[in-house]
């Protein structure tokens, strides 16, 4: 072999040595990885994507959100009158309740009585009306007189004229050891003419309207007057317009199961709302 064939087949064979591969060679947008055909993404800039979680910005006074209340939303305004609630009667009372009978549960008065206080308050605190209860007790009896004058000392303190004493009962025929016949809704003012009548008729129509259409019927003190008239202690010694309501006779079958049942006791409740919203709106 000549030297000049030799030095051909050298340069070769280091030639062959150095020779670049393209395929194993890293370039800047491949280094440190096998796959060639990797896409380089971007993060997204997040507008008004949902499953973008921002910092709650909370205002001043921020309250929660709740669900929306489908319930009426009755009228508030300022009322003129203070409703002076008056619950007859207490658990240690003597008598006033119906007589025993296994037929259906024994009726207490001074239960009935606070039971349909709870249920005008909650009314009245729905319209935004101002009422105060003047007997909290539920076992301790409360004179008559003492009743009455703590009433005075509301009257003293929001305005006689802004006050209306309101005293809620059921009424009787006996001494609760039978059963009577005496039926019917009344409600009572002291004796002569006072602003008192003119609320009474409104508290009697009121029960007409509601208790009516359930069969009971309204005791009617003569032909052209509803309410009735007599010298209660409650009605007298209270300084402002004062209305005693007689809601049916606990001694009589058929009225008491109608007081005792939830339509019943709603609908006595009804009356005396209604009766008041007249007299707040000026429709006496």
């Known amino acids: ?164 004493f309101l005293s809620i009962h059921a009424n009787a025929a006996g001494n609760g050891k039978e059963w009577m016949n005496g039926r019917g809704w009344c409600c009572y003012t002291s004796k002569g003419e006072t602003e008192s009548d003119v609320y009474a008729e409104m508290f009697m129509r009121e029960a007409k309207k509601v208790l009516e259409p359930y069969g009971m019927t309204i005791r009617k003190y003569s032909s052209h007057k509803f309410s009735w008239e007599e010298n209660f202690t409650v009605l007298v010694k209270t300084r402002c317009p004062a209305i005693l309501t007689e809601n049916l006779f606990y001694d009589n079958k058929d009225e008491v199961k109608f007081l005792q049942s939830e339509e019943g006791r709603e609908a006595i409740a009804r009356i005396h709302m209604n009766a008041i919203l007249n007299i707040q709106n000026g429709a006496v």
Not at 64 to 86: A, G, S, T
Request: proline share 7%.
């Open 1 to 164: 072999m000549g030297m000049k064939k030799l030095i051909e087949m050298l340069k070769q064979w280091f030639a062959s040595l150095f020779k670049k591969n393209d395929e194993n060679v890293e370039t800047p947008d491949t280094a440190g990885s096998t796959d060639t055909n990797i896409a380089i993404i971007e993060e997204p800039v997040n507008e008004g994507n949902d499953t973008q979680v921002d910092e709650p910005i909370n205002e001043p006074n921020d309250e929660p959100i709740n669900e929306p209340n489908n319930d009426p939303v009755p009228e508030h305004k300022n009322w003129k009158y203070v409703i002076l609630l008056d619950n007859g009667h207490a658990s240690t009372t003597p008598g006033k309740r119906s007589p025993l009978d296994k037929e259906i549960p024994q009726f207490f008065e001074y239960e009935f009585n606070r039971d349909i206080v709870r249920r005008l308050c909650d009314k009245l605190d729905d319209w935004g009306m101002k009422f105060e209860i003047i007997v909290p007790e539920k076992d301790v009896d409360v004179s008559l007189s003492t009743r009455a004058s703590r009433a005075n000392k509301l009257c003293n303190l929001y305005g006689v004229e802004n006050c209306i």
